[in-house]
């Protein structure tokens, strides 16, 4: 499995925490984020996870920012991507349930490495319900 991760400054020590989580499981992670708290723009890192997942370069994409809203929006832009903003464990499993989520979006200032984690566990070990959500999920991508 491979996962496309990126950060800006507010996310760097939370990239690395899920890196070393992720390689000790043997996943092969593409570094798109900073790795310094110098000031970074969320759109210059958000972008290239985002197009590694609607590419299938990477079966699923993390990104990390101060409040995890603007790289959310920025992923949420690219028409095969599903970025769902997790703040706690729940939402996290509920993105995958009924929304399939191929990237997790964590807000580095309103939560801990620790629980950032678990999320990311939480997130990797929980399938797609289908059934009636598959409807919904088909509704997403724009038709023009």
Known sequence: MTISIGNDHAGADYKFAIKALLESKGITVINHGTDTNDRADYADF??????????????????????????????????????GLCWNNEIVELVRLHNDANILCIPARFTAIPQ?????????????????????????????
Request: aromatic content about 4%; glycine content about 8%; overall charge positive.
């Open 46 to 83: 958000g972008h290239p996870v985002a197009v590694d997942v609607e590419t299938n370069k990477a079966e699923y994409g993390i990104l990390i920012c101060g409040s995890a809203n603007g790289v959310a929006m920025t992923a949420n832009k690219h028409q095969k991507i599903r970025a």
């Open 116 to 144: 950032a984690l678990k999320m990311v566990e939480t997130f990797l070990n929980t399938e797609f319900e289908g059934g009636r959500h598959l409807n919904r999920i088909n509704k997403i991508p724009l038709s023009c």
